[in-house]
T-cell receptor, first 113, second 114 residues
């Protein structure tokens, strides 16, 4: 079956702009999570959606937001970009229960200049 | 607060050497434990996972991990590494109730010299 698909793979934006990243989960997976990966910080949890509802949110400013659609596809938006937002943004999908493993996409590399 | 610590940030080994990567977690309840690997240019992949039962878990590619609950540790081991094991390794925990988010460690970069 197809894996988690993230688009675009690479983005270059300037400070102050906004950006939208997209994630298509594995078919049948209703939980989608987003993570920010930076060198030395590992993966930082952004938020998790299930059935179009945000179930969990990490410690990121309100400039970071997301949503999930009825087909489980998810988008993440970052407004008023800052240089420190440059990172690899990873999306993961899983079945809804707590023992389910997460399957990750290849990520979107965002560079803010 | 929940946290995961990986004390080894960079590890360099020669082929055939044994590997042990440390992972300690802090969490007040019952957790599931995972090790993920990220090969250069590739997405994160699951190496192994612990849910319950035998604390010694075997994963893919000859990796294993042992949960020691009294020490809150879940160290990853491999008896003999190969050049192809060069990658970044992440330990993660997930609560068995309430939240459904993973808490990841900061990762360990392993370089295996041929």
């Amino acid at each position: 079956k197809a894996g988690v698909t993230q688009t675009p793979r690479y983005l270059i934006k300037t400070r102050g702009q906004q950006v939208t990243l997209s994630c298509s989960p594995i078919s049948g997976h209703r939980s989608v999570s987003w993570y920010q990966q930076t060198p030395g910080q590992g993966l930082q949890f952004l938020f998790e959606y299930f059935s179009e509802t945000q179930r969990n949110k990490g410690n990121f400013p309100g400039r970071f937001s997301g949503r999930q659609f009825s087909n489980s596809r998810s988008e993440m938006n970052v407004s008023t970009l800052e240089l420190g937002d440059s990172a690899l943004y990873l999306c993961a999908s899983s079945l809804s229960d707590s023992i389910a493993e997460a399957f990750f996409g290849q990520g979107t590399r965002l560079t803010v200049v | 607060a929940q946290s995961v610590s990986q004390h080894n940030h960079h590890v360099i080994l020669s082929e055939a050497a044994s590997l042990e990567l440390g992972c300690n977690y802090s969490y007040g309840g019952t957790v599931n434990l995972f090790w993920y690997v990220q090969y250069p240019g590739q997405h994160l992949q699951l190496l192994l996972k612990y849910f319950s039962g035998d604390p010694l878990v075997k994963g893919i590619k000859g990796f294993e991990a042992e949960l020691i609950k009294s020490k809150f540790s879940f160290n990853l081991r491999k008896p003999s590494v190969q050049w192809s094991d060069t990658a970044e390794y992440f330990c993660a925990v997930k609560s068995t109730s309430g939240t459904y988010k993973y808490i990841f460690g900061t990762g360990t970069r392993l370089k295996v010299l041929a």
